[in-house]
């Protein structure tokens, strides 16, 4: 039996993100074995970028099903948008403080 701690990868672009990074933080979350990867930039994703990482698929839990790689605008953060994951339960598999 694995680890309960979970695995949320984060990458923060400033500058011009594309389907690259994306590739690069599906390699990573491949490489680490974490369940959810989030990239965060400035600007809006192009449609590659978001067919990417819809084709990583979902991450399933005992409370539903995320999207295994995410990626988020600044803005979309600042408007409220949250990151998709398990909330925290009473089985312990989600630690924040872990």
């Known amino acids: 039996m694995g680890s309960p701690n ?3 990868i984060l990458s923060v672009k400033g500058g011009h993100a594309s389907v690259a990074h994306v590739r690069d933080l599906r390699g990573v979350l ?14 809006e994703p ?13 991450y399933s839990s005992p409370r539903g099903e995320n999207p295994r790689l995410q990626v988020l605008t600044i803005a979309e953060l ?6 998709a994951y398990p909330n925290r339960c ?6 924040p403080a872990a």
């Open 46 to 58: 192009t449609a590659p970028m978001r067919k990417e990482s819809a084709s990583t698929g979902f």
């Open 90 to 95: 009473s089985c312990g598999l989600w630690d």
């Open 6 to 8: 979970k695995q949320v």
């Open 78 to 83: 600042l408007d409220g948008r949250r990151i």
């Open 30 to 43: 491949d490489r680490e074995n974490a369940e959810i990867g989030v990239l965060i930039t400035l600007q």
